[in-house]
């Protein structure tokens, strides 16, 4: 039986992760990406925002304060992916990770998107991308999408 497809108009609106410790995390969410703090829930919970929303990312230590991230073979998160509104946000968010430090798994251009794979304090993995605009995405021969992988250059991405 073939199911209704979704409203478009339906998005992901906010992520709500599991942290080992609130301050260590806000260091990264907040410090270095930049993310505004709505709302603190004690010492335990904090909600963050891009742009005055209610709050994009959520994060609490209620069941794992002081915790480990997952085993590596385990279900979970992949990946969140934070999208910026153009290719120079993205080398805002570059330079600003460079700056704090933090190693970077990977970068890569898919053809309707370029992205930054990195890891959060927790181990969760971060995607930090841009989409180019539709118009210029990549097709195949039927007008369907030909997204791919390849190398993403750092220098140029990171003086745009």
Known sequence: MASARIDPGVCIGHVHLKVADIARALSFYRDVLGFEVTQRYGTDAV??????????????TWDSKGGKPPARGTTGLFHLAILYPT?????????????????????????????????????????????????EWPKATDGSLAMFTRSLDLDALSKA
């Open 87 to 135: 290719r120079a946000a993205l080398a805002d968010a570059l330079r600003r990770v460079m700056r704090a430090g933090i190693s970077l798994d990977g970068a890569s251009d898919h053809g309707v998107s370029e992205a930054l794979y990195l890891r959060d304090p927790d181990g969760n993995g971060v995607e930090l991308y841009w989409d180019r605009p539709k118009g």
């Open 47 to 60: 909600f963050l925002s891009a742009g005055g929303y209610h709050h994009h990312i959520g994060l609490n």
